[in-house]
Every structure is written in C-alpha cells, then in structure tokens.
C-alpha cells in the first residue's frame, strides 16, 4: 500500500516499525528472506540451413507458486525472424505451480549466428500474496556453419 505524502510518517518512525515488523513476522525467514521471483533459461536448437529454428525458454518460480506467466521476443537475429512475438499462458507446452516451459519458433532465412533475447514475465503467489515478475534471458541462435564473428 503507497501512502499519500500528508500521511507518510518520518523516517525514523518508518525504519523502527519496519524493523519490529521484520523482527515480528518473521519476513525475513521466508523463502531465504526474499520476495517471490522467477528464474528463466533459453535454448534454441541449431539448424543446418534454413528452415524452422526450435526455442525453448523454462520458467520457474522461485520462493512462491507459478500463477500464470508469458514469453516476449525482445529481438531476433535478422537472418532468422520469429514466426509469433509472443507466447501466451495457454500456449505453454507445460505449465504447473513449480512453472512453465514455452516454446518458440525462428524462421531462419539463411545462414548465420546470433542471439534471441526474451522477457519472461509471471506472476507468482508467496506468503505475502501475489506478484509480477520478470526476467530477460538470450539464446544462441545458429544456422548452417557458426561464422568466426560471435
């Protein structure tokens, strides 16, 4: 809850409530003391040539339970564009309170090596309730023989 700045109390009055409420609750014992958040990892498959590139990218939860979640391509190699820019909740190959596997597809035009950046983004539902969260994972997008560029 955001309190207006006519009701915002002094600082020091804050930093003491906010260590008796620490101290009280035991926030501080959950999950390793931190808030729910997500852990996500890509990997596309290579190709020989062009043709359909395969991507996956896994999210876990981390300190809380998988709500719901999305994939965002946040930039492809030129050489190989995505066939969709985004995977819904509902697309997910799997999906479970521990998280959700996405899978994604490149339509790779020709020959080359580089990178596809994606936003993972989730809610997950702690002991203090639920959150959104995010996180910005890459992959290595090779077709045909990998150039000596990296």
């Known amino acids: 809850m955001r309190l ?41 498959d290579p190709v020989p040539g062009p043709g359909k590139i395969h991507c996956t990218v896994r999210v876990r939860s981390i300190g809380g339970k998988f709500s719901w979640g999305d994939v965002i391509v946040l930039s492809a190699p030129p050489f190989a564009p995505p066939l969709r820019t985004r995977v819904a909740a509902g697309d997910a190959s799997r999906s479970d309170a521990e998280g959700a596997d996405f899978e994604l597809a490149l339509a790779a035009t020709g020959d080359g090596s580089g990178e596809l950046r994606v936003r993972a983004r989730a809610v997950v539902c702690g002991e203090a309730g639920c959150r959104p969260v995010t996180a910005d994972v890459s992959a290595r997008v090779t077709v045909g023989a990998e150039g000596p560029s990296r």
């Not at 009280?24 to 890509?42: E, T």
């Open 4 to 44: 207006r700045a006519a009701n915002r109390p002094s600082s020091a009055f804050a930093a003491l409530a906010l260590g008796f409420l620490t101290m009280g609750s035991g926030v501080g014992a959950r999950a390793g003391g931190q808030d729910p958040a997500i852990g996500a990892a890509a990997k596309c």
